[in-house]
């Protein structure tokens, strides 16, 4: 294949994160040529085997799926009293792990989403990727309040639909909310993600070398052509769906965070809660898209798509929403003394400085100071120090939502009504087990569909970009030579 | 010429192959655009060019109409809102009116939360499966996936084919056009 322009190699590893204002960023290094972008991308789905290492993760993903399974199997079979719930904190484990599996959701949707509508170029490394997590988040956020409400095989009751007892759902009620907003963002990040595919699903059909593979990839991908009518409409399609989704990521948490706002709770009733609860989400999505992306571009070998200056953007979004994070949390602590109101005040000191106190300096150690060392570029290219750091702020997140939940409710206006709460071995089970799911949808994903989104790749080579006297010509309808 | 080894649909009981029309190859982006151009200029109607990724500036060359896609997305979106909003009011003011906490029956900043991602979901569903409508996919099998070149369009591969339907079309005339703009390899395509 000769190439008409052509294009500059970056080696391997080549260090792309410099900023010279004038220079084009390089996207892509190593060989970058349209068939290298294919083969890097495509070999790890077509590789006989996966690295060792994969089959490692896969055995414990597997493990922890099956513990979900029987944690759940168990509940149903003898009732939520075998939670840590319990009056005054009804709300234990299964909405902080939804709440905290939503946020974790977000970053995705927005990597996708808000940097394809910014033209941010950088994103086609790693949008796929994040919007895999999205779609595997959501699918362990929504487990969550489904076993809540006791009896799942009721949940139909939600639906307004005209039955023998001739009432009709709330629509004023927090749950009913919940079901919209998580039903409706696992269909759409869903359709997001598939969509994007399918250009790439027809990449592995049509280099699919057994039958099966054909059909499978075929079936998939629709038939797709790449023509440019098709690409038309897709692209425009795409940008909606972009828009959308970037709306629904804001309304989401917000929605999720007015479950909380609209009670009475001290610690609760804050109008902060929806910015409070977006901003928490994106940070801990984007911490773990860059917990996954810095071992996974490592074992698959994509070192040359999702670049060092991928990481260094993501690290550097990271520290942009956990200082966003720490404001809020400043805020919180003003608020409550500038209200006057004795049990928001009270609320705020319970906790720092109340039973639960280890947690309240942890969240503001874990999500406010640990992401400040990402001013520093040598924090960012150090996977030892990046990845743990990472690590860090998604537990603090998971800290935040014991907080914000556990904490609020233990110690409300009546002292005699005051309890502490302990969580039981099935809700830690639970926990754990839902990581099993994340994990093991995600080591399926990454082990058999394009973990990079391969045209979008392509259409940021420098050898993609044509020639404005291109157009120019063609406008005019001159013809060539 | 046409291959019958591994298409993507197993229409194999040809009684006489149909000719479709010409695929012819480029080599770069750029070559594909000014190839398109030309096309346009010489009067065809029937032809399309293939890439592995969206060329830039292809609709305004090819003069692809704007699609009507985000007026059906507005459609959808606005039936999501009204058909949310009027579910409520159904549900809550008027079969089985209740007050909860001394609220209106009724409200729109209350009914918000559900008319909102309704709203978007509708909205979504539309676009998706307008644009496949649109595209018209799903498609497994087209004339062109009979042709072994054909397989590198999702790699590296610039095509543009020209419809044997086309009024301007003939076989050795056209065969010379795409020649002349710089085709590497120009191949009749049966079905």
Redesign the interface.
Known sequence: ?????TAPIYETGFDNTADDVLRQPVLVTGHA???EV?RKVCRVAEAPRAPRAWYVCFAISLALLALLMAMIGYELFTGVGVWGNNSPVDWGFPIINFVFWVGIAHAGTLISAILLLFRQKWRTGINRFAEATTVFAVACAGIFPAIHVGRPWFEYWLA?YPNIM???????SPL??DA??V???V??ST??WY?GMV?DL??L???ATSRIK?TIY??FS????????????????NI??AA??T??VL??SS?VS?DFAVSQIPGWHETIFPPYFTAGAIFSGFAIVLALAIPARELFGLKDLITRRHIDNLAKLTLLLGSMVLYVYLMEFVIAWYSGNMYERFAYLNREFGPYWWLGWGILFCNGVVPQVFWFKFARQTWWLAWPAAVLCIMGMWMERFVIVVVSLHRDFLPSSWHMFAPTWIDIGTLAGSFGLFFTLFLLFCRYLPMVA???V??ILP?????HG??Q???S?A??? | MASTTSTSSTTQEVSEPRLFGLLAEFSEASNLISAAAAIRDAGYKRWDCYSPFPVHGMDRVMRLKPTVLPWMVFAGGFAGATGALALAWFCNAYAYPLIFSGKPYWSLPANIPVAFPLTILLASITTFFGLWALTGLPRPHHPLFTSERFRRVTDDGFFIAIEATDPCYHTATTTELLRRLGAIAVEEIKD
């Not at chain 1, 001739?166 to 004023?172: A, C, M």
Request: aromatic residues 10%.
């Open positions: 294949m000769t190439t008409a322009i040529t349209y068939q294919t307004p001739g009432d009709w759902p709330n629509f004023l009913l909310w919209c907003a039903g409706t963002y269909t759409v359709l997001f969509t250009p027809a990449s059909r049509d280099r054909h075929g079936i629709l038939g797709w052509r790449g023509s440019a009518r098709q690409w038309h409409i897709y692209e425009r399609a909606i769906l959308l989704a709306a629904l309304g989401v929605t007015t391969m045209s979008e392509k259409a050898q993609a970009a044509v020639p291109g157009g010509t063609a406008r309808g013809k060539p030579e």
